[in-house]
Every structure is written in structure tokens, then in C-alpha cells.
């Protein structure tokens, strides 16, 4: 609810419910004994006394879509306060934080994927999103509050995400004439990302787009009803050269990207300018 979350921007803090009868502590054996027997298991307060540290980055978004990068400045704590009680807020286990709001182009796909209605919180395993999270904080503080592990950002494809991967091929195709059908990008579609169509000929395609150690193998799209287009960010492609599959270079994606700078979303843009900071740092 919108109040929820306007009180704890207001006062710093980020959390989860599980509320018991007791005052506020940092005694976690003291909460947990009167919550185990109230609630049971309370494995989101124990996932955050255990593993939300001081000096942590968290990422959350409200009830309106709208996302923030938190700094925490305490660890676990169980928060009482009269406007809690008095409005019946539930967010009673708490980690203390800076909240500052971010631009939602300018959030990572790993991010944006791990919002799941399932999850009340849980840790964002990737760390090109971790090096990104301390870049942008410390744009975001005018300071440099994190040392940056450039040896993550020596290549734009190493920073990009899976979900970010697909997107600039996406904008790539759809700057050539290619238009991606929208209702076709599912995440259960195997064998494809996405379909794309070009106006001009009605004629349609099929993207595959692989990032990591996995090697798309053209002689398994030669068969297809329609073009393939391949991307594979670590050039591992396999197979013979077939009529209807087309392969992408990284270094003609790479060249797109320095191209088309001013207007790619700007998670892509942070993303780009961290790679210029490493060849700056090491030419």
C-alpha cells in the first residue's frame, strides 16, 4: 500500500512484517521467540538478521512500478513506532537504509527478474548487477562510496544480462528494418526469443540470442520455415553457413552500440561508460 511505503521512505528503512507483541529490539532471540510461536517460521526475518549487513546495496519498487537503490546503514532490527500501530503498517523487521529513487530504464533486467510475487526477498546473484548497483550509487551520491571490481567491465557483454542481452539485439534488428512482433517474446518459447517481420516484405524471422559458453549451431535452424537470425555475445557459433541463418558478430553489435549511444536506455549507457572506464584505467 502506498502508506506502507511513503512510511518507510520517511524513515529510512526497508522490511518485512511478522509484527509480535513486544517494543523494539535488536535482540533477534528475543523476537524470534515471541514470532516462532505467533507465526510459525519467519524465514524472511531470518533471511534479513542473517545475511543484510551494513554497507549492503537492496533494491525494491512500490506499488506503482516505480524503483529505488537503498544503502544499508544497519543491520536486522525489530521497529516499533506509534504510526506503525496507529495505521496498522506491517513492517515491523527492519534493516535501516538510504533510499534514493532510480530512473526505471536505468534498472537491470537481472533486477527487474527477480521481483516475483513469490519472493518477499531474496539476493540478486549476478555480479555484473552487483558492480553496476555500486557504479550507479555512487552517481546517485556524487561520491565514490564503492570500489568498482573493473576486472567485470572489460567487455560490454560481460555487464550485459541475459534479458539486457536480448534487448539490444532487439533495438539492432528493429534498426534495420526489422520489427519485433511483441506478443511472440515469452520466457517458455525454446527455440526462439522473439519473432521479427520486416514491413516492407512481409517477410518473418526467428532471434535466438545466447550469452556465456553456449554455442548456437546454425544447422539447427537450416530446416526452419523462416530466416534465423543468431546472436551469440561470445562469437560461439557452430555449423555450416546456411541460405536462411544469419549470425551476428559481437563486434558489429559492439559497433551499433557506440552508434546509437544517445539512445539506448540508460542501464545500456551506464553499462558502456563503465567499459570506457576500464580501457581509460588500463590504456
Known sequence: M?????????NGILGVGWRVDIESTNIWESYYQAASQLHGGVQACAYIKRWVSEGDLAWTRDTQG???????????????????????????NVFRCEI?????????GKVVACFRASRTIQEVACPSARE?????????????????DYSLCQDIFMLLDDQETEDVI??????????????TRKNDTMAFEYLVVNPKT???????????????DRSDYAQWPMKAFLFQANNLYAGDQHPNV????????KTFLSN???????????????????RSLTN
Open 202 to 216: 512481409a517477410e518473418m524471422a526467428a532471434v535466438q540470442v545466447k550469452t556465456g559458453g553456449t554455442v548456437l
Open 66 to 92: 516505480s524503483y529505488f537503490i537503498a544503502r544499508v546503514t544497519s543491520g536486522w532490527e525489530y521497529l516499533t513506532t506509534p504510526e506503525e500501530q496507529q495505521k496498522d503498517i506491517d513492517i515491523a
Open 2 to 10: 502506498p502508506t506502507t511505503f511513503d512510511y518507510c521512505l520517511r
Open 260 to 278: 546509437a549511444k544517445a539512445w539506448l536506455p540508460e542501464v545500456i549507457r551506464k553499462k558502456l561508460s563503465l567499459v570506457e572506464t576500464y
Open 170 to 183: 532487439f533495438l539492432f534488428l528493429q534498426s534495420c528494418g526489422w520489427y519485433v512482433v511483441p506478443n
Open 132 to 148: 553496476y548497483s555500486k557504479h550507479l550509487w555512487n552517481e546517485l551520491a556524487a561520491a565514490p562510496v564503492y570500489k568498482i
Open 246 to 253: 544469419t549470425t551476428f558478430d559481437p563486434q558489429e553489435i
Open 100 to 108: 534514493k529513487p532510480v530512473p526505471i530504464d536505468a534498472v537491470p
